[in-house]
């Protein structure tokens, strides 16, 4: 199919977009790697009546390395990040979660700003946004800026924190201690596809060896990226051996809210998020190292 008619604008600077999205209200969206907006249209399972294209305004692309934190701006290509020396070095969650979104080609043209303005929960970029803290930087009309933490940022029903005429133009994120581990694991029904479910998990380690710290996300663990604070709780404090880590994935379990749907039934989605939380903890309790 053929997306609905449109008509389409590319400002060449944030306030050139505040300006369009102020003259068309509710008949605007926002574009920038279109990776699911577009097949949405061709689809028309959306119609929006005006693209506001992102790709030509200056300055929302990059990647910054700061002393405590590494700055990626919106319409950074998700390609950019995985290649990225400083992420890998930085930020090794981010750097395997966004290598394992969909294909190189999807990569190529998908944004940072994009995957976490869409939300989707059972989308990689998300859920590591979570699980290290992130912050998102949103710009509204005249330039002001807010700052939103991951967790503040998605809503328990799907929806987001931005407000009428708003862009995302960044996102912070903290670099962990060092020291801290890291995890990541999800299972799609083929190679690539969106996650049937997954998790993405940080953790550090204290001087005796047990949990200091522990951040775990989950993807596909209800209708919204989702954190499990409960599981973090019941993680801090105590060893992070083989017994500690298999109740603490048999409470994400229980914790999350999947959804079913047509690729898979809550039942199923629950079942496996068991397996694959073990994994990631698994994993993020061997890399760390303890503080001393």
Request: hydrophobic share 45%.
């Amino acid at each position: 199919m053929k997306a609905a008619p449109f008509d389409h604008h590319a400002p060449t600077s944030l306030a050139e977009a505040h300006d369009l999205l102020a003259r068309h209200g509710p008949d605007a969206t926002l574009i920038a790697g279109g990776q699911s907006l577009v097949p949405l249209m061709a689809l028309r399972l959306a119609r929006p009546r005006v693209l506001v294209d992102l790709n030509g305004v200056a300055g929302l692309a990059g990647i910054r390395d700061e002393p405590d934190a590494v700055t990626v701006g919106a319409l950074t290509r998700q390609r950019a990040v995985e290649r990225s020396p400083v992420v890998a070095a930085r930020l090794p969650l981010l750097a395997e979660a966004v290598g394992r979104i969909g294909h190189p080609q999807v990569r190529n043209r998908g944004t940072v700003g994009g995957s976490l303005a869409l939300g989707h929960p059972a989308a990689e970029l998300p859920a590591a946004a979570l699980a290290l803290d992130a912050t998102v930087v949103l710009a509204g009309i005249g330039g002001v800026e807010r700052e939103v933490a991951a967790g503040d940022f998605h809503t328990a029903t799907g929806g987001t924190a931005l407000r009428a005429g708003e862009v995302l133009t960044r996102v912070r994120y903290p670099v962990p201690p060092a020291g801290t581990g890291h995890g990541f694991h999800e299972l799609g029904r083929r190679a690539r596809d969106f996650a049937l479910a997954g998790a993405a998990v940080v953790l550090g380690r204290g001087g005796d060896g047990g949990c200091a710290y522990a951040r775990v996300a989950v993807l596909g663990g209800g209708p919204a990226p989702r954190r499990l604070p409960g599981v973090e709780r019941a993680l801090r404090g105590g060893p992070l051996d083989a017994e500690a880590i298999a109740e603490a994935a048999a409470g994400a379990a229980a914790e999350a809210e999947p959804v079913g749907d047509v690729q898979a039934d809550a039942g199923y989605r629950r079942e496996v998020l068991v397996t694959l939380v073990r994994r990631a903890l698994s994993d993020a309790a061997r890399r760390a190292r303890p503080t001393h």
